[in-house]
């Protein structure tokens, strides 16, 4: 345990810092829609523009080739800032790119990396199937090699910004006689090639942000297929460990800000009773102090996490750790900021903000890229090393 | 703020020879044998951690110390929660850094040992007057350390006060009064109150981990309906939720101590939240460790209880999960 916030960090950080009260766009994202996307492209572009895209990713592809430490001090002052999240940009960002970086092939990392930096593509995910949820590795959509093509046929679900997204990180069964894992193969499709359809879903928010898309023969080039034809599996599991490692750590340090908000938020309404401020109530107080040390203690673990990080290449399971408080934790935090605001707390837009929208919407935390309780399977087998269960 | 988290070389070196020594003089099945009750078994091999340079690690290479920061101290303090060892010795731990001359030498060289004072209501060092305390092992000590937020003081003990009954049986807790205006040695500020807060996080966070590895091997070696209990989801999720805890213990631990060194001034916020995230750890996975363990783990055969109460006990030193969210809630938050 040590210190590392060199002096060069230190310039990096007030750089940083400099560049994005100036930038940081200062508009209301749009929840949904071709705006939402449009907004989180032109932000990539800007930051791109700034020379602040891809920190550390390699110079050649457009990177800055920064060490981790350096991402995170770019992190920390983004949400310092308050910058919008990647939104559109996210699964190109901490899925793709990365993945690509470690498992592509020259020309796919050629073909992609920059456009991904520069804000001019949109990336979305393609590994949840409607009978492949949890259980991701029955997944059934098959792929069957044609001359120097996949022909692709079947179904994913829960795709976020799928309508409008360039590319997808798809998952499919290409070996059927093999094992579950082992007949995987991750491909890069081509979102407008002919034979894919997609039908938005609207979540429990009210928000349509995700979908299911179908494939009909849609055809793929053998060359898209990263990490080698049925190695899916491997290269899913280093694209998930980026998001369960690196990828989230801007959400981790935004609950914080959230928290902080709660804070300031319990000084101006009224204490439940009617006397004075809802801060001086001792049960609110309480809760806040204690949400107060779990999302100091969430930003501590994702620091832990990053130390690792800094001494292995690739993320191991304990990013499962974070993961799993993250998801627990912003669902009590964001049910707090209802109880604090009172019957404000059902109204969808005040001048305090849109709480129930953020409330129902972080269900998402604990539910996708792998339920709280697929994190506790994991973190109990591969951390822990206890005994795998019959089959649920 | 940006730190590596995991130890250093040395560091690592100071876990290893903490943790070697323990095993070896501090195995927790000691305290089923009351003569280890009351710091009997550290108290006979204070020598010994003296000579690991225990005492001194986070003095100056001046003062006789060994020289380093808080970030060694607070290591060795998480392996001696792991081993349940008297709380007498974080207590000397922190007692060399408020003590001057040949007090302090005595204390480092382990001549002397101070014990914790726990108020029974808060102290003010101002006004002072009469402190009813608790004293903590402090049959063999000649000291009491007692801190707030505003300052760190050392007294001289004669009397040790009467024998009460603890929740943990292995600590000998007496009531004495302490006279707040005669302290021998006195630090102002904030900045000890910050160490001992880290020093028990600490032993709190070790106290969090020792329980998760318990309630693991045993969840792979007790059977029942033809497979290891720990091979059932219940079971698993418990273990998985107690890994959580112990993961956010230690590294809100480390986080503040390495603020501490950063940051010159006496923002307790971070020693804070790490006090009350490593209690809970600390004692809700004593809980689940007994729970685990099923019958077993009710019995006092056992030594799934003694982390608990030890949990329990060091949880409330000095403080409590009230005077922590207080303390928090007061404060202007993260830096």
């Not at chain 1, 690509?100 to 020309?107: D, K, N, R, S, Y």
Request: net charge negative; aromatic share 8%; hydrophobic share 45%.
């Amino acid at each position: 345990m040590k210190l590392i916030e060199t002096r060069e960090l230190s310039e990096f950080r007030s750089e940083v810092r400099a560049w994005l009260e100036k930038n940081a766009p200062r508009d209301t994202r749009p929840r949904e829609g071709p705006g939402m996307r449009a907004f989180d492209m032109a932000w990539q572009r800007t930051q791109f523009e700034g020379g602040w895209a891809g920190i550390s990713w390699p110079a050649e592809y457009g990177g800055r080739g920064l060490p981790l430490t350096h991402q995170l001090v770019w992190h920390e002052e983004y949400s310092r800032a308050g910058a919008p999240s990647s939104g559109n940009m996210f699964v190109a960002l901490s899925h793709a790119g990365p993945t690509l970086i470690i498992q592509g092939t020259e020309a796919q990392r050629k073909n992609h990396l920059r456009r991904i930096l520069k804000g001019e593509v949109t990336w979305c995910q393609g590994f949840s199937e409607p009978g492949a949820g949890s259980d991701l590795g029955s997944l059934k959509t098959r792929a069957v090699v044609d001359g120097d093509s996949l022909i692709v046929n079947g179904s994913k679900i829960w795709t976020t910004y799928a309508p409008g997204s360039d590319f997808q990180e798809l998952l499919l069964r290409t070996d059927p006689e093999a094992q579950k894992h082992r007949g995987l193969s991750w491909v890069i499709a081509d979102m407008r090639a002919p034979g894919i359809e997609i039908r938005p879903i609207r979540a429990m928010s009210g928000i349509t942000h995700f979908a299911q898309v179908f494939y009909d023969n849609v055809r793929i080039p053998l060359s898209n297929v990263v990490g080698g034809l049925n190695n899916g599996w491997k290269v899913a599991m280093t694209t998930l460990g980026f998001e369960r490692g690196t990828g989230m750590i801007a959400h981790q340090i935004e609950l914080s800000r959230i928290v902080e908000t709660l804070v300031r938020m319990a000084r101006e309404l009224d204490a439940p009773s009617g006397a004075g401020c809802a801060i001086d109530d001792g049960a609110i107080a309480a809760e806040l102090a204690t949400l107060r040390a779990e999302v100091a203690a969430l930003r501590s673990m994702s620091a832990m996490t990053i130390s690792r990080n800094m001494h292995e290449a690739v993320p191991g399971a304990h990013g499962n750790l974070v993961a799993l408080h993250f998801g627990e934790l912003t669902r009590r935090v964001h049910l707090f900021a209802l109880q604090l605001l009172g019957p404000l707390g059902l109204e969808r837009h005040t001048s305090f903000g849109e709480w129930p929208l953020e409330y129902l919407e972080c269900f998402k935390w604990a539910i996708g890229g792998g339920t709280t309780e697929i994190r506790r399977n994991t973190i109990g087998e591969r951390l822990l090393g206890l005994p795998k269960g019959a089959q649920p | 703020m940006i730190a590596d988290l995991l130890p250093t070389e040395e560091q690592a070196a100071i876990r290893d020879s903490i943790a070697g020594l323990s095993a070896k003089i501090f195995p927790v099945a000691r305290l089923h044998e009351p003569a280890a009750f009351g710091a009997g078994a550290e108290t006979g091999a204070w020598q010994s951690l003296a000579e690991l340079g225990l005492f001194g690690l986070g003095l100056a290479e001046d003062d006789g110390g060994v020289g380093y920061s808080i970030a060694e101290e607070v290591t060795a303090a998480r392996e001696l929660g792991r081993f349940l060892v008297s709380p007498l010795v974080l207590a000397t731990m922190l007692a060399v850094h408020v003590a001057r001359g040949e007090v302090q030498a005595a204390l480092r060289n382990g001549t002397q040992c101070a014990a914790f004072a726990n108020p029974l209501r808060p102290v003010d060092f101002v006004a002072g007057g009469l402190a009813d305390v608790q004293l903590l092992d402090a049959q063999g000590a000649k000291f009491a350390v007692l801190w707030n937020d505003s300052q760190c003081a050392l007294f001289s003990i004669a009397d040790h006060g009467k024998i009460v009954e603890a929740i943990d049986e292995t600590v000998t807790l007496t009531r004495a009064t302490l006279d707040l205006s005669s302290p021998i040695a006195v630090v102002s500020g904030a900045a000890l109150a910050r160490r001992a807060g880290l020093l028990l996080a600490a032993y709190l966070a070790g106290i969090a981990e020792a329980t998760l590895e318990m309630a693991v091997e045993y969840a792979k070696i007790r059977v029942q309906f033809g497979q290891p209990i720990g091979a059932f989801q219940a079971i698993k999720h418990y273990c998985a939720d107690m890994a959580l805890r112990a993961e956010a213990a230690v590294s809100q631990t480390f986080y503040a101590t390495i603020d501490s060194v950063a940051q010159g001034d006496e923002n307790l916020f971070e020693m804070a939240c790490a006090r009350l995230v490593a209690a809970n750890a600390a004692v809700e996975n004593g809980r689940y460790n007994v729970q685990i363990h099923g019958g077993m783990g009710f019995t006092y055969e056992a030594d799934a209880h003694m982390f608990l109460k030890r949990a329990l006990l060091v949880s409330a030193i000095n403080s409590g999960a009230r005077q922590e969210q207080a303390r928090i809630i007061a404060s202007a938050g993260p830096a």
